[in-house]
C-alpha cells in the first residue's frame, strides 16, 4: 500500500514538474498553443489510466482465497453465495433474479438468509461482514 502511495506522489511529482516545464515552454513561445494542449491532455490520461489500473487491481487481486472456514460455520449455501456475489456488485433484486436464473421471490428469501446468518440490517452491511470475514473478495 505505501508503495502504491509513494509511487502515485512520484508520478504525480513527475507530472507537475512536466507540466511547470511545459508552462514555462509555453510562455516562451517555443511551443505551439495545439501542441502543449496534446501534451497535458495524453499526461492526464495515461495517468489517470495508471492510476485506475492500480486501484482497481488492488481489491480483487489473484491473491484472494475465499474464508471457507467463515462460509461453514455460518451455514452459506451455494446459492446463498450467489447470491451475495451479485449483490456485492450492486445488483438489485429483479436484476439478481434474473442473473440466476430464480424469482424475485426467491431472492428476497435468500436475502433475508444472509442478512440473519451476518447479522446485517442493510443490503451495504452484508457486503461489508462478508468482505470483513474474507467471505467475498
Known sequence: MIRTVVTAGLVLALGAFLLAWLEMQRA????????YVAVVA?????????????????????????????????????????????????????????????SPNTIKT???????KLEAGTRTEAVGRARDLGIIP
Open 28 to 35: 516562451t513561445r517555443l511551443l505551439a498553443p495545439d501542441a
Open 42 to 102: 495524453a499526461l492526464f490520461a495515461i495517468g489517470g489510466i495508471w492510476l485506475g489500473w492500480k486501484v482497481a487491481t488492488r481489491r480483487h487481486g489473484p491473491d484472494f482465497v475465499r474464508n471457507e472456514a467463515a462460509v461453514r460455520s455460518l451455514g452459506l449455501t451455494g446459492q446463498e453465495m450467489r447470491v451475495l456475489a451479485e449483490l456485492a456488485s450492486g445488483r438489485a433484486n429483479k436484476e439478481i433474479a434474473r442473473v440466476l436464473g430464480l
Open 110 to 116: 435468500h436475502l433475508a438468509h444472509l442478512f440473519g
